[in-house]
């Protein structure tokens, strides 16, 4: 299985600064037909989690562009230019290329 | 609107059985590739299994041969049989959809995710 490891754990930020988040995973994501199927997804509390970025950089619908995705190969990142506090909860970074699919351990996105 | 729907989940001793629903809404669970994905409490993601439009289905080794996914078409649903439970099957069920752009391609990603159903084992 191709393990997803996401650093930091924990991301204390203050509102209107930016935040980064790094993914890796054990093996290159590039699949045979020449896709990387890396995505992002935000969950708020008590929320299940919404689609923010598809195939590395790809912004889902109605996602704000504040949030953008970059990397290739192995490793990934996801920042958030200003953050607001809506954007506290947990993000996952998840892998299609390869089954079983596989996501992150996930970071908390927190507000100091 | 395009929604999904769980239903099903209960407390369950360890080693019984439990049939999970996913009832969809907007769009068809034939035309579309659909997976269950669980979250224990507390806890990361874990994609569970999927199937496809043609029917090919899929499992996490954790799982195989003890759940069963399958859909009914003129209900428009999806199910998640669950067998021999386990302590560690506790955990929230989500239903989501596989992400197909405008243009027709895959992916792999999940664009609409039910709100889940929890399942408990406790002896």
């Known amino acids: 299985d191709i393990v997803m490891t996401q650093t930091p754990l924990s991301s204390p930020v203050t509102v209107g600064q930016p935040a980064s988040i790094s993914c890796r995973s054990s093996q290159s994501l590039v699949h045979s037909d020449g896709n990387t199927y890396l995505s992002w997804l935000h969950q708020r509390p008590g929320q299940p989690p919404r689609l923010l970025i598809y195939k590395i950089s790809n912004r889902f619908s109605g996602v704000p562009d504040r949030f953008n995705g970059s990397g290739a190969g192995t490793d990934f990142t996801l920042k958030i230019n200003r953050v607001e506090a809506e954007d506290v909860g947990f993000y996952y970074c998840m892998q299609g290329t390869q089954l079983p699919w596989t996501f992150g351990q996930g970071t908390k996105v927190e507000i100091k | 609107e395009v929604l999904v729907v769980e239903s099903g989940g209960t407390l369950v001793q360890p080693g019984g059985s439990l049939r999970l629903s996913c009832a969809v809404s907007?769009?068809?669970?034939?035309?579309?590739?659909m997976s269950w994905v669980r979250q224990a409490p507390g806890k990361g993601l874990e994609w569970v299994s999927m199937?496809?439009?043609?029917?090919?289905?899929y499992y996490q080794d954790s799982v195989k041969g003890r759940f069963t996914m399958s859909r009914d078409n003129s209900k428009n649903t999806v199910y998640l049989q669950m067998n021999s439970l386990r302590a560690e099957d506790t955990a929230i069920y989500y239903c989501?959809?596989?992400?197909?752009?405008?243009?027709?391609?895959?992916?792999?990603?999940?664009?609409?995710w039910g709100q889940g159903t929890m399942v408990t084992l406790s002896s």
């Open positions: 199937i496809y439009s043609g029917g090919n289905t």
């Open positions: 989501v959809r596989h992400f197909y752009d405008r243009s027709g391609h895959g992916n792999r990603a999940f664009d609409i």
């Open positions: 907007g769009f068809t669970v034939t035309n579309n590739f």
